[in-house]
């Protein structure tokens, strides 16, 4: 049953997830007819899965520090089969590495709770971010639960408002003469910012529509019951679920800053829905007369087999 094997942390489960991400990328180049067999082009592939990988890894690992679930793996199962239903998503190299940047910045900006080398955390955060915009310029968007996540903090002073400026402007510098060095120009900084369009026709497609339909209702349905369930948290797990929050709904602004809307902008907003996704599975039912615990057992049964086999149909979309 999933709800037992997910519901633990074995190595296997990893490995299980690692072999669908490989296999789901593998399947999205394939279909593109996007694979080539020269030896750049292998190692290029190879570059991405690893990255895919890793981000599921690190999305594990950002859960784990912060206790933001329970000891299971449920959030990376939602997380990495929500990416299979979008294979689209594969195809978008440069998502993919800003989505990876923006991970590592998360995992700064959620421990920021612990107020131990909150400086060098809050530099670290800001020189991801700037990165993953590099790729992806409406990643600059995440300095906002940064900024959030600094005044949250304990001992918060004015001084660390202004550490991000520092970690941008590196960046931006760094890059400056980078292009001044090998293509003799700063071009890039006129060309950077990208122009938003609301052109959503890649949304008609069936095999993306119905993806981003079930993703966004799982978004909204498990999102509004833990915000009405803020008040019976535990004071410690407050502030990390508001702050999830926070960046859940910046990720949705970032996705919505896609100048081409394909469908895989929605990988930015994966992790957080994931998270939320799992607090779902493991508080349901959790305040009502228990019963019936088989009631409970088999919803939590359907709802993970659902998210796994919606992969496999939509498929043959």
């Known amino acids: 049953m999933l709800t037992s094997f997910f519901g633990k942390s074995n ?13 789901g990328y593998l399947y999205a180049e394939i279909s593109a007819n996007a694979i080539a067999f020269s030896i750049s082009e292998v190692f290029f592939h190879l570059l991405f899965m690893l990255i895919s990988g890793l981000a599921m890894l690190l999305l594990d690992f950002i859960i784990r520090k912060n206790q933001l679930t329970k000891n299971n793996t ?7 089969c929500f990416m299979l239903m979008l294979p689209v998503i594969f195809l978008q190299h440069k998502i993919i590495f ?11 900006i959620m421990s920021l709770r612990s107020d131990r080398n909150s400086s060098k955390k809050i530099l ?3 020189l991801w971010i700037t990165l993953a915009a590099l790729f992806y310029f409406w990643s600059l968007l995440f300095f906002i639960p940064l900024w959030i996540a600094i005044v949250q903090k304990p001992n918060s002073n004015y001084k660390q408002l ?8 590196a960046v931006v510098l760094l890059n400056t003469a980078y292009q001044l060095l090998f293509n003799n120009s700063i071009g890039w900084l006129y060309t950077w ?9 890649a949304y008609n497609s069936v095999s993306i529509l119905i993806p981003v339909t079930i993703i966004s209702a799982f978004y909204i349905w ?20 508001i702050l999830l929050l926070y960046v859940s709904l910046t990720t949705l602004f970032v996705a919505l800053g896609a100048p081409d809307k394909t469908g895989a902008e929605v990988l930015f907003v994966l992790a957080p829905v994931s998270i939320i996704c799992a607090n779902y599975i493991e508080s349901s039912f959790k305040d009502r007369n228990r019963r019936n615990d088989a009631s409970e057992f088999w919803f939590k049964e359907i709802m993970l087999w659902m998210v796994v086999i919606l992969p496999v149909i939509f498929l043959f979309l």
């Not at 800003?98 to 700064?108: S, W």
């Not at 369930?229 to 990390?240: D, G, S, T």
């Open 98 to 108: 800003a989505n990876a940047f923006l991970l590592l910045a998360l995992r700064r």
């Open 74 to 80: 449920y959030a990376i199962l939602f997380f990495t």
């Open 124 to 126: 670290d955060a800001s």
């Open 11 to 23: 190595p296997i489960n990893y490995l299980i997830l690692g072999v669908f991400i490989i296999a």
């Open 222 to 241: 498990t999102g509004f019951y833990r915000v009405l369930k803020i008040p019976a948290l535990p004071l410690k797990e407050k502030p990390n679920f």
């Open 162 to 169: 202004l550490i991000p400026f520092t970690g941008f402007l």
């Open 193 to 201: 910012k990208e122009e938003i369009r609301f052109n959503f026709s």
